[in-house]
């Protein structure tokens, strides 16, 4: 369906970040907590689609020159640019007022999210590094979120795994930018001037390593708080790595990391990975 996929639903799995601080605070089986966490996916789920729904207007022109964003509902012209902005402001508003329903808080982290990435649609996106930022800034508004709507304390440390993460998925997808360039001469993003292979290649390996260190400083320290038995939590970095050198080989010998939700639901490997850790962690931090 043309509106649904103008919505992008498979993206919703971004929004699944609002439920770390619970998660790891320990909290996730607190079911008035969870519901509230549960709130707070919905809006960021709906001001996210408000969000790709402008990227795709206003990027109707670059869409039609990629292999795949040309199928697009906006750039295939199987909704109406006046359909796409209504259901643009519908979703908007929606989503805002469900986060100030929950809190005022809530609300003010929507609100940036959604006015960041208006400016990245429009503008930042085009300057090399502060678009990966503006991307990785983004995951780190949607914890804030979810810590503000359950008042969890947030971690320091899961800040910066976060950002980090993101940082190194975003940086994987500009390459998939480059890689495209090289093949058919068309610049899917005007930002690729200011990338190269090298740069993003070294780039990709400093992130997925100090990735690796931070959740390795991050589990060897949390026994230090009093949460759960969580003694045992450093032998879940075998999963953390394993799941860094997937999307690695991904990246680099396969070139297919595109786009890191296809990854999450399609690939086997990593889909594995994502489990066995979430089950370790949990084991090792509720029971």
Request: glycine share 4%.
């Amino acid at each position: 369906m043309p509106i649904l996929q103008l919505l992008r639903p498979h993206q919703y799995i971004k929004n699944v970040f609002v439920f770390a601080p619970l998660f790891f605070a320990g909290q996730i089986g607190q079911q008035a907590l969870l519901f509230q966490a549960l709130l707070v996916f919905v809006a960021f789920s709906l001001v996210a689609s408000s969000i790709y729904i402008l990227n795709d207007y206003h990027d109707v022109s670059e869409d039609l020159k990629h292999p795949v964003k040309k199928h697009r509902p906006l750039a295939a012209g199987t909704v109406s640019k006046s359909v796409a902005v209504a259901l643009m402001l519908l979703t908007a508003a929606a989503g805002l007022m469900l986060g100030l329903n929950i809190s005022t808080s809530v609300l003010v982290v929507l609100a940036a999210y959604l006015v960041l990435n208006i400016l990245y649609c429009l503008w930042l996106k085009h300057l090399a590094l502060v678009d990966i930022t503006i991307i990785a800034v983004g995951f780190v508004l949607r914890l804030f979120a979810g810590a503000l709507a359950t008042g969890v304390a947030l971690s320091a440390w899961l800040v910066i795994m976060t950002f980090l993460l993101a940082l190194f998925l975003a940086l994987a997808k500009r390459r998939d930018d480059i890689l495209i360039y090289q093949r058919t001469g068309e610049k899917m993003r005007k930002v690729i001037d200011g990338y190269n292979l090298q740069l993003l290649d070294s780039a990709i390996s400093i992130m997925a390593s100090v990735i690796i260190v931070s959740y390795i400083v991050y589990t060897t320290s949390v026994g230090e708080q009093a949460v759960g038995d969580s003694r045992w939590l450093y032998l879940t970095t075998v999963f953390v790595v394993l799941g860094m050198l997937r999307y690695l080989q991904l990246t680099l010998v396969m070139q297919n990391a595109g786009s890191p939700t296809r990854v999450v639901l399609r690939d086997r490997f990593t889909q594995c990975v994502i489990v066995s850790w979430i089950v370790s962690f949990s084991l090792a931090l509720y029971l």
